[in-house]
């Protein structure tokens, strides 16, 4: 009887729930939303925005949030009828950390984060040892400074100290170091980012040659100096004008693929020349070519300088080469032709040698090429000695003796020898009556070497009698001068006194008396005791 109660309640119960059942589900209304793809990455980056379930025909502006501002990406995107967009942008300069991307709709927002990383980035990935290199780094900390670069796990130093700006974001520029060829790592970090937080860059260096001089003429020493090889790399050669010219020593690299070479530019007309070189690893076609211009001109040897001077008699050598071929030329040196050649393959001389004597003053000496024309083709500069000759030492008269007795003399001077490299050309003799006042002196002259008497370690010299002294004190002194016109150091000044020991008038009564007493004694001892023999 129980369950006859309990079936008539559950058969109520039915029959209430099927109006209910009946009764349509009520939709809930879509939420919208967004996604960003990728979610981190560097500045500049692109990123993708995904919207979901708008309003159709709706209108959003999107937006980037940074250091509590926000900049307005996009105003008025048209999301489409079917309430889904997409959208992508780059992410724009800001420090390292999440920002918020947000899309602005319907007095509401949606948004999601994307994180920014540091990064570096370089002007250029590829050059050679020895070019500056420009190194930017973004989504760094903001102020962030200490800045250090590494190049290939060390730290090298910038042309300038770098330091981020409020966007995380600096400059800074550095010389690539000596190093192999190839790819080489370059990394940053700064005071709040390390390195493991940079993904490392790539450099990639190349060979590289350079010349000097890099211009002259057919017979010049060239030095090569190369970068950017391999490590000691051996079989080094070197191309002028598409020949392989012969080295003054070998080369090899060293460990950072640098290497030196010297070598003697060959004959060669006027014109520019093509350099080139490789090694054992390192091909022709790796290294970019280098120019070598060839202009006429001329050496010689030995060669001078004011500091390593020549002198006179002094045999110099003179070459010439990057003239045109067969044309004659005049080598001229002291204003005086010293030869006249004919080129051969744009040089000189094509056999044997050509020689001149130095000659000349002291100082420069300009040696000129001319051609027909008489236009200076090519110069150069002969330096010739400028060191005076040491002071004589002056002997004789001896200083405060005397020289003649009566009337004018003329006094034979000695002094000892002087040396010089370019020789005794004279010596300059004064006589003055004033031992410190020489600027009048009566007499003054330049004694050529020739018309000096030349003894063991002595010269002699006698007053010509044009110049015949008075009697009186005088005071004389002399210096050399040597082939190249320097004038040495005068002597010390030494006094003679010249004649008048005894006055004309003296003299002449002296004779008198001579006489007298002459034929007093003929008389005496000759003509008397003949008369008294004869008496």
Not at 64 to 79: A, K, L, P
Not at 184 to 196: C, E, F, Q, R, V
Request: aromatic fraction near 10%; hydrophobic fraction near 35%; charged fraction near 25%.
């Amino acid at each position: 009887m129980k369950l006859l109660p309990r079936l008539i309640i559950a058969l109520l119960v039915c029959l209430i729930a099927i109006p209910v059942l009946a009764v349509p589900e009520q939709v809930q209304a879509a939420v919208p939303s967004i996604t960003v793809s990728p979610d981190s990455g560097n500045v500049g980056d692109r990123v993708t925005i995904r919207g979901y379930d708008f309003g159709s025909g709706e209108e959003v502006d999107i937006y980037y949030y940074f250091n509590g501002d926000r900049e307005r990406i996009e105003e008025d995107f048209d999301v489409g009828t079917d309430g889904n967009f997409t959208y992508r942008f780059d992410i724009p300069e800001s420090y390292s950390g999440k920002h918020d991307i947000r899309v602005y709709y319907d007095s509401s927002w949606k948004g999601d984060d994307f994180e920014v990383e540091p990064k570096i980035e370089l002007d250029d990935d590829e050059g050679f040892v020895g070019d500056e290199v420009e190194v930017t780094g973004t989504g760094f900390a903001e102020d962030e400074d200490s800045i250090k670069i590494r190049y290939d796990d060390d730290v090298v130093e910038q042309v300038e100290e770098a330091e981020t700006d409020e966007y995380g974001t600096w400059t800074a520029a550095f010389i690539i170091p000596e190093s192999v060829k190839g790819e080489h790592d370059i990394d940053a970090k700064g005071d709040d980012t390390s390195y493991a937080d940079v993904d490392e860059i790539e450099f990639t260096v190349k060979p590289r040659i350079s010349l000097s001089p890099t211009s002259g003429s057919a017979g010049d020493i060239v030095t090569v100096t190369a970068t950017g090889f391999e490590d000691e790399e051996a079989n080094i050669k070197i191309k002028y004008d598409d020949e392989v010219v012969p080295q003054i020593e070998e080369a090899e690299t060293d460990d950072l693929g640098s290497w030196t070479a010297t070598f003697e530019v060959p004959p060669s007309v006027e014109g520019s020349y093509k350099v080139d070189a490789r090694g054992k690893y390192t091909e022709y076609g790796e290294v970019a070519d280098v120019t070598f211009k060839v202009a006429p001109g001329m050496r010689l040897a030995p060669a001078t300088s004011s500091t390593s001077p020549g002198h006179v008699g002094l045999t110099i050598t003179v070459t010439g080469g990057g003239f045109d071929p067969g044309i004659s030329l005049t080598i001229i040196y002291g204003n005086q032709t010293a030869s006249t050649v004919t080129t051969s393959e744009g040089n000189f001389p094509s056999t044997g040698s050509i020689t001149f004597e130095a000659k000349g003053m002291h100082g420069a000496q300009e040696v000129v090429v001319e051609d027909d024309l008489e236009h200076v083709l090519a110069s150069e500069t002969f330096f010739m000695e400028e060191n005076p000759p040491a002071a004589p030492e002056p002997l004789s008269p001896a200083n405060g003796t005397g020289v003649g007795f009566v009337g004018k003399v003329t006094p034979t001077f000695e002094w000892s020898k002087v040396t010089d490299a370019s020789g005794i050309a004279s010596y300059e003799l004064q006589i003055s009556t004033d031992s410190i006042n020489f600027t009048a002196p009566v007499v003054s002259l330049s004694i050529p070497s020739e018309n000096v008497t030349a003894l063991d370690d002595t010269i002699a010299y006698t007053l010509p009698k044009d110049y015949a002294l008075s009697g009186g004190t005088y005071y004389w002194r002399l210096r050399a001068v040597d082939a190249a016109a320097n004038e040495g150091h005068w002597t010390i000044v030494q006094s003679f006194h010249a004649g008048g020991r005894l006055p004309l008038w003296g003299l002449i009564a002296i004779i008198g008396l001579a006489v007298v007493l002459v034929g007093f004694l003929v008389y005496f001892f000759v003509i008397r005791p003949r008369r008294s023999y004869y008496d």
